[in-house]
């Protein structure tokens, strides 16, 4: 798959654990699941599946060119890999 | 036992706060964000117990026993979703302009991003009447806990008291490092030891499934959400995280990561530390109700004391204690310091309280300096990457029109890059009064003339300001029987001039159209001064007409929406209001290179294009109202509208301006730049006249256009003599003062001028110099100027530096009165060079770079010299000579004024202009001929 698919995969993963979050459905369910009542277990593992989903944000979609260009705008001498830390030496800033 | 073992803690925590100060460096920057040198693992467990206060413990534990279960949804997977993803779209990025801009608080970023004082005043006002109580309340938390962990046996103000030293002990001697050490330590801390009582205290109630069915049998309700939270608040309560980073102590750990993938772990693992801290805390809230059922009001806050009473050992009472405290202490720090960093920063620093003439140590020049490479200066921006790079500030302009903030318009930036820094006089006023003082000075007639000036269809327009044009040369037309008859050198001609205006910008562009307009109008030529995309803006009298062509907004729609050519006339001329394009266009907002590129090309296909409603708008005017002998375009990138020109008047000579189209092309992107170019290369040959203001560009023109030299006529460029050239005396002999006249942006070299005045400092002794600035500064180009203004102030040279802003005419001229050398470092060749000649009418020598207009300029005036371009140096060193020989001075000032008043007035630039149309409308009448 191409890695702006990916990318915009990624993203849109956001907008389908906000509305996930809201469980209508166990709303009033006091049954065990996992050895908690459903309510809690269901967003245990919602937290778990934000780390998933986080994972795979920074990895798939993290926005390294336009944190580049934020670092080095306008009237900034950093190089493009500024915004990673990567050492410069003053000659190279020119 | 309980106290001892809190006291032992709090003296840990001295002492990581102690340690770290042995790393601190004598710089703000250091104190405020730690160098901005944290890394991953610091940086999730600061901002973790920053973010996570007491509550997350105590507050936690009692709203279960109250509410259930239902708590963790409301606050706690709400924020391990919502808050990594403010720090995902919104901490890395603060990070790395506030890492660029070396930036500390948020007012800071307010103030250079809007230049505002006020607001930034404002918000000031604001965070810390919305942070105190939270301080307070950490306060108030710590004397509660320590009186309750100790069954009252210590008073509320000695936790209190003890809260306040501690935290004050560990961020006063390790700043924002030591707050994020202890910070880390303490959030450890309180996860462990909240996960550790969570254990023995579920596996004294017989583990979690028996704890569970006690609480069943009791209160099932607080096993499910139930009624006690509906739907919409749980909804709404996802919200609240978003907040996450208006905290300022949040703000100020953002800006302290050492890069901006830093942020990848606290985005990742945040939700796995707010999961450990809050599932046991919600559980044993709701356990609580099994020993401790019934409590209400305050006395159900202190549940989870009471639970660890009940069955922890005295150890663990009082580890827990100091779990409680570094809950409480964790957030407590770093507010303290935020608000310390507000104070120092936006208030002492910025308003300078007591220390005007500081220095910053050197090795605090700023981030971008310091992150990761042990010091050093600034480098120069843009230095000679430029040459390719073009001047962010340019092409950020350029792709950026006018209408900009929600990306509207775009083109017109094109040839607006350059220009010195001047104001529309008329700025304050209402635009009606604009019109009148517009009209009435250009001598344009009213009344009776009206009628044989198409007095209806002006009606019609409803200006209100009376006829814009003179009487139509009716008799003479109907008297010349020749097909062209305007070829007499004392026949009036009829100039449409089409100007391209650049939103809120004042540009050298503007400023020539409008001076030439002015000119032919004083010669007794009928010209009109045409604004497209958006109204003009000068520092002189503006005699541009009031109806805008080919409004910003319009062609931006037509762009994006091609049916909007086909809405209602009535609506799209709403669009074209010179108000509304003003206002909309008065700060300018980036558009991508892809988008600018297009509409470029759009643009210049004319009749093919997308604007081909607003070509036919503007052709039907001229048609129907002015029936114009010359219709003069301003630059080459309107060349799309000659071939339709061409089609609607048959008569009209088509001449076209050459200015600043060759930066404009270079920062368009493949295919579209080549694709413009030829189409540019195709049109331009159905041009009469061609126009260069100087030997130079016509040149490069031809060069770029294919076309032989010899099809480009040159009108000098010119300026209005009015108000300049009465320089009676110099400033005193010391200090040397060193001028700097023109817009406050890359390309025009700004940041050269201050390295300059850093070298002449050096050479001649801080206080031995003076450098004077004035320019328009855009909103696009604020942060490069911060940043240029915090070098100087780095370098301690901040009481020697005075920028004035934007000017008007007569301030322009009292800063080249008080100067004794003017500087225009241009990293880009500059076509025009207005500023130099000004400076030279006022007898004020230039030093300039030798590519572009200036070799020429000087060579036909001797005002200045000419040092190679780029090189720092080479610069101070013209100025050190200049300012060392006040002889040379006076006689490259004489030399310069001379030079200006032979060669470089705006009626001079109008003889050469008629002398180009005259040649262009006898060419014409002789092919007609034959």
Redesign the interface.
Known sequence: MAATAVRRLAYSS?PV??LL????W?????S?FL???I??T???L???S??LA??W??RSA???A???R?????????PAN?????????EG?? | MTLTIILGYLLAVLLIGAWSSRRLAATGEDFFVAGRTIGPFVLLMTLFGTHMTSFALLGASAESYRVG??V??LM???S??MV??VF?FVG??VW??G??LGLLTQVQFVRARWGSDGVGLLLFVVLVVLLAPYLLIGVMGGGITLQQITDGAAPPWLGSLLICGVVIGYVTSGGLRGTAWVNTFQTGMFMLLGAVTAILIVTKLGG??AA?DRV?ASR?DL????DSID?LR??SY?LIPLSVGAFPHIFSHWLSA????TF?AP??????C??VVW?PS?LLGVFGNIDFPGLEGPASNSVLIRMIALYTPDLLAGLLGAGVFAAIMSSLDSQSLSLGTMFTQDIVRHYRWGWRTQRVPPDSAGP?VR???GG??????????TEHLRA??VV?HRLCLPVARRRRGALLAAQHGRGSGRRDRHRDRPLDLVLRSRVRSAGLQRGRDRRDAGGGHLRRLGRGAGCRFPARQTARRRAGSALYPMTGADQPLRIAYLAAGAGGMICGSCIHDNALVRALQQRGHNAVLLPIYTPLRTDEENVSYGRVFYGAVNIYLEQKLPLWSRAPAGLRRLLDNPRLLARVTRSAAATDARELGELALSMVRGEAGRQLAELQGLARWLGDEFQPDVVHLTNSMLLGMVHHLREVLPRALIVCGLQGEDIFLEDLEDPHRSEVLAEMRRRVREVDVLVAPNEYYAAAMAELLDLPLSRIDVARLGIDLEGHGNRTAEPAESPLIMGYLARMC?EKGF?LAAEAFKELSDRLGPGRVRFRAAGYLGG??R??????RRRIADWGLEPHFEWLGEVDRQQKIDLLHGVHVLVLPTVYREAKGLPALEAMANGVPAVLPDHGAFPEMLEMTGGGTLVPAGDVSALASAVEELGADADRRAQLGRSGLQGVRRHYTARLMASDTLASYRRGLRRRAAGAAT
């Open positions: 956001l654990l906000y979050h809201n469980d209508l166990f709303w009033y369910d006091g065990r050895g908690l009542p309510g809690l269901y967003h245990v919602f937290t778990a934000v780390v986080m994972w944000l920074v993290w926005p390294a336009e944190l580049d934020l670092a080095t705008g306008p009237g900034s001498p950093q500024a915004g990673e830390g990567e050492a410069r030496s003053p800033e020119g | 279960i239902g963790f949804s706690a997977s709400s391990a979703l990594p993803v995902f890395a990025r790395a302009v890492s660029r979690v499934g569970l069943a099932p096993l499910i959400r139930g739907p749980l909804l996802t050492r890069q901006a993938a990848k985005i990742v693992l945040y939700p796995v707010i999961a599932i919600v971008a992150r990761g490479r050093g200066r600034l480098s120069r921006f843009p230095g000679r990457r962010l500030g950020v890359p940041h696009r180009d942060v490069y100027f911060e940043l240029q």
